[in-house]
Structure formats: C-alpha cells, structure tokens
C-alpha cells in the first residue's frame, strides 16, 4: 500500500508536539474535516488508546475506528484501523524530532496510508492523502504554535 509522507517543522518542543497529536478529542477543533472524535480506551496516563471518529471526506461522510500506538512517545505516535464504513486500511503516524541547534524547534513528519473500501483510482486516492496530510500539517502548526 502506498503511503503519503510529508513535513512541517513547528516553533515547539517534541513534547508539546506529541501533547498535541494525542489530544484527540481536540481534534474537530483544528483537523479539517473531523467532525466528532470519542476516546473509547485509555492508558493509565490517560492517553487514548481507541478512537472513534466522524469525518468528511471526498462529499461523503464516514465513520471510523482507530487503535493507537503511543509505544515510542513522545518521538512518535502511530494509529491502524480497527473498523471504518468506508475504508478498508488506514495506517498513519506522526513522528517528532527536535531540529538540530534550535532548542525549541521540532519537524513534524506525517504519514498516511488508506485503503478505500469503495473503488477509486489511484490518482485521486493519492490526491485526497495529499490533501489530508498537507491540511493537518498546516492545522498541527497553527495549534501547536498558538
């Protein structure tokens, strides 16, 4: 499965950074596209472990279930499908390094994989990844540097 990869680099810690991305009921606030989140598992520090989402994506509304994987934090956080209405795959992860000499600089990298339960061409399933990534990169550094 071909994956979309892109990077941002963020006026924050990798801590603050990771502290973002695991905030996943603050999502709707500033990913395009997601309406509802709802943590349904937790860790015992209270990081979700099992996401239940409400998005928007190509005109249609989907639903979906994600497990997370926070086993590298705060370096990286990763998530997997569970169970969706429209996909059939989703893997993705956010990795945080600090930038060399910059204190308080950290590049953000994303990467996305979906597989579509409903046939599209690769082109425009590549595209749509694109925009996802692009979009939630440039939200990610609004939030963060807020």
Request: proline share 4%.
């Given at each position: 499965m071909e994956q979309t990869t892109a990077s941002i680099t963020v006026e924050a810690t990798v801590d603050q950074c990771f502290a973002i991305g695991v905030d996943i009921a603050a999502y709707p606030e500033w990913v395009?596209?997601?309406s509802v989140t709802e943590i349904l598992t937790?860790?015992?520090e209270g990081r979700p472990l099992t996401a239940r989402f409400e998005a928007e994506a190509a005109g249609r509304k989907?639903?979906?279930t994600l497990e997370y994987d926070l086993?590298?934090?705060p370096n990286q956080m990763s998530w997997s499908l569970l169970e969706?209405?429209?996909t059939r795959s989703i893997k993705g992860r956010y990795s945080y390094r600090p930038v060399d000499g910059a204190e308080h600089q950290t590049e953000v990298q994303y990467e996305l994989a979906i597989d579509l339960a409903?046939?599209?061409p690769g082109f425009v399933k590549r595209r749509a990844e694109d925009k996802i990534v692009t979009s939630a990169l440039k939200?990610?550094?609004r939030r963060v540097e807020r």
């Amino acid at each position: 499965m071909e994956q979309t990869t892109a990077s941002i680099t963020v006026e924050a810690t990798v801590d603050q950074c990771f502290a973002i991305g695991v905030d996943i009921a603050a999502y709707p606030e500033w990913v395009e596209g997601i309406s509802v989140t709802e943590i349904l598992t937790s860790d015992d520090e209270g990081r979700p472990l099992t996401a239940r989402f409400e998005a928007e994506a190509a005109g249609r509304k989907t639903d979906y279930t994600l497990e997370y994987d926070l086993s590298n934090a705060p370096n990286q956080m990763s998530w997997s499908l569970l169970e969706g209405d429209l996909t059939r795959s989703i893997k993705g992860r956010y990795s945080y390094r600090p930038v060399d000499g910059a204190e308080h600089q950290t590049e953000v990298q994303y990467e996305l994989a979906i597989d579509l339960a409903v046939p599209m061409p690769g082109f425009v399933k590549r595209r749509a990844e694109d925009k996802i990534v692009t979009s939630a990169l440039k939200g990610f550094k609004r939030r963060v540097e807020r």
